[in-house]
């Protein structure tokens, strides 16, 4: 079926810059080849020497041979990296020994076109689950002529080589200064379902050419991480592939970080989060069949944990997403999602406002409560739901789109 | 809007029997003008003096006024019932002070009329949530009425008052002998949408002339619960007002049991799980939009806690219940909703069959995998999927149903 693209869809890939010391280039293996499209489907990037890397994963117990991958070597390599492989149209989980020998070739096919090792190559694959491919060697051949086109990335083309449900490609820029020096940060990624925040949740690579000890890059990816892809959620369903990687070649003239108390990181966080959290957001904004981009504030809870907690079961209730998708502002269905999470709250101080319009304060339906005026903040693109639960410290906040019929349409016909 | 009756709906509501010591009567206060709707939307129930009942209800931390009343009455009251008064239309959940109105109004009328004790009283309301009633004797009204009218049941009658979002009414009746003495049970529920289990999910009550102490009604309905509506889903959101109450009059020739550990116990605790059961059936059977009724059965898992976990995450997933209303065994699904629970899994153990189309064995697609088997099994009404997922003891089983586009015209028309 072809897809409708998403209303938020951007009217061109936005620039990304030159990332001094990452190559890359794009191939057609032929997966959709079935579906009658001709598109890549493969990259490769190559990193300079000196490339440190941090990765967070899928928290899945069903994960994909790829994902396993990928933290053994992180473990192995201590962190340094020479070369990504990315496929779609095929996951590679659940497919047993096939999964692990088509790694094997694609990492022997890597290592030997690029002299590199092992354990400084990542893998990842998106796509059908449980289908093993039968040669081994169907993404691994696909390598050699990759390692000879292999030039300063077209962005939107690698980003496009690894869609899937996806109706546009998604990247996102950003800059910052270390100690004076200027740094670039380019990122992509891919995902549209099965997006629920559980560590990174769906495929997103960032590239930079700051110089960041990879013990530090893993601190602060982990930092940014859970205001971005841990606070987004489609469908309540969590990937078996989901990664999130950040390559950091110090090809820049700023210092190498080698503390994560150096104060000179923190322009560097900042800017990380925010190449994730834009990312994030293109991806709710992808998600299958979304109408509206939804952010469900939680506040006056017992923690920021519970207030994280309570903003996703809100944000992953099918009622209040279809009430959404609907312009209704349904509030009561708000409480009701609310009390499933089994989080503290305070009835008598429950608060609810969509946008500027107060629906619910201690407790009740309020005085003036307008109807009108709560759908009309719902007819709306993009709905703020604020809820404050009680009067505790804690806050936190969670991003989601709606429910509708394309998602249905999507998902009962990705497959076959 | 005007909803298309499930295709599972019975073609007529199943005969109840009489159940001595119990009276009914139903009426209409127009909750359902404003739709156009002439019908009743509430009903009363008497029970003779001597008669016991149990309750299991919201795990909701935002629970409805009724829900609370109802805990607190039997605490207080010892587990004695003399009447019951139900409302469809309006939940009275998220009412505040307006809520608590309402039910002390309407429990005055019931005492007065019926001239009973008002801890024997029992409340329920499902509806629209926070929507309080600005006149707080607006259901306590129809009672004297509703007390001039008791007759035996007319249990097709009661079945239909408290609908809401179902499209047929759900009754069911069960026999035992205890000690020799035939004994009956007549249940009747209601529940299409806001389904998910976590004690009670929904409205559903049961009657019986059997004599059981309310101590050992609570333990047996705690039993039942879990093999009934504590393991059913329709869309994984938990409602303010679920509500699952037994009655028994005693007023069979059955011997009263105070003993939990009586012997003569077993046959009606059978039976009560059986009528819970058939129950719980007809209210995933209509399931807002559903079209399939699929049961998921897990075995081989550490617990049985865990396996009713990855069970219930597997029949809560939406990509899931979307590919089977499609009539595709997307069984790579099944892999990634049952890793997303967390739970303890061996993949290398881990199979899959739709109804006996063995399509995944130890961790991969099996060697005589047969796509077109698999989706045959799915094109039927009933759907079993068996996930084995190491060699544990645990077993659990939950039942769903798919999840269509009528979902979605439900949900975003229900309110407005």
């Known amino acids: 079926m072809k897809l409708k693209t998403s209303p938020f869809a951007p009217e061109r890939f936005p620039d990304l810059p030159e990332i001094a010391g990452v190559r890359a ?68 989980a659940f497919t047993g020994p096939k999964g692990v020998l088509k790694n094997d070739a694609t990492l022997a096919a890597v290592t030997e076109a690029l002299g590199v090792s092992k354990t400084e190559c990542f893998l990842a694959a998106t796509g059908v689950i449980g289908e093993p491919l039968d040669d ?19 962005w939107e083309a690698c980003a496009k080589a690894f869609m899937t449900t996806d109706t546009y490609p998604k990247g996102a820029a950003e800059r910052c200064d270390i100690d004076g020096q200027p740094v670039k940060l380019a990122g992509i990624a891919k995902g549209s379902g099965m997006i629920a925040p559980n560590m990174a949740t769906m495929l997103a ?14 601190h602060v990816l982990r930092e940014a991480v859970e205001a971005s892809f841990n606070a987004i959620t489609v469908d309540s369903d969590t990937s078996t592939s989901d990664t999130l990687m ?11 970080i080698t503390d994560r108390d150096d104060p000179r990181l923190a322009p560097f966080a900042a800017a990380l989060t925010r190449i994730c959290r834009e990312l994030a957001f293109q991806v709710i904004k992808d998600g299958e069949g979304a109408t509206k981009f939804i952010t469900i504030h939680v506040s006056g809870a017992e923690t920021q944990q519970s207030a994280k907690t309570i903003a ?21 269905r708000v409480v009701m999602a609310a009390g499933k999470s089994g989080e503290p709250i305070d009835l008598s101080e429950l608060s ?17 409560y307008d109807d009108d005026a709560a759908n009309a903040v719902c007819a709306e693109p993009h709905i703020e ?27 009962g016909a990705y497959r076959t």
Request: proline share 3%.
């Open 25 to 92: 280039a794009t191939a057609s293996r032929g997966f959709y080849a079935g579906r009658g499209l001709n598109r890549d489907d493969v990259f490769l990037f190559a990193f300079d020497d000196g490339t440190s890397c941090a990765g967070v994963f899928t928290r899945s117990t069903t994960a994909s041979a790829d994902v396993k991958w990928c933290r053994e070597a992180l473990k192995a390599g201590g962190g340094k990296a020479r070369a990504l492989v990315v496929n779609s149209g095929n996951s590679n």
């Open 136 to 154: 081994p060697n169907y993404v691994g051949s696909a390598v050699p002529a990759l390692a000879q086109a292999l030039t300063s990335p077209n």
């Open 205 to 218: 690579y960032v590239f930079t050419d700051a110089a960041i000890a990879a013990e530090v890059l893993d």
């Open 246 to 256: 950040v390559f950091a070649t110090g090809a820049s003239q700023a210092p190498l």
């Open 312 to 332: 996703a079961d809100i944000a992953n209730s099918p009622l209040v997403k279809t009430a959404l998708a609907a312009g209704d502002a349904n509030w009561g």
């Open 352 to 368: 609810i406002r969509f946008g500027d319009v107060h629906v619910a304060e201690a407790g009740s339906r309020t005085a003036d």
């Open 385 to 411: 739901i604020h809820v404050s639960v009680g009067s505790g410290p804690g806050r936190g906040t969670v991003y989601t789109c709606d429910l509708t019929h394309a998602y249905i349409d999507i998902n």
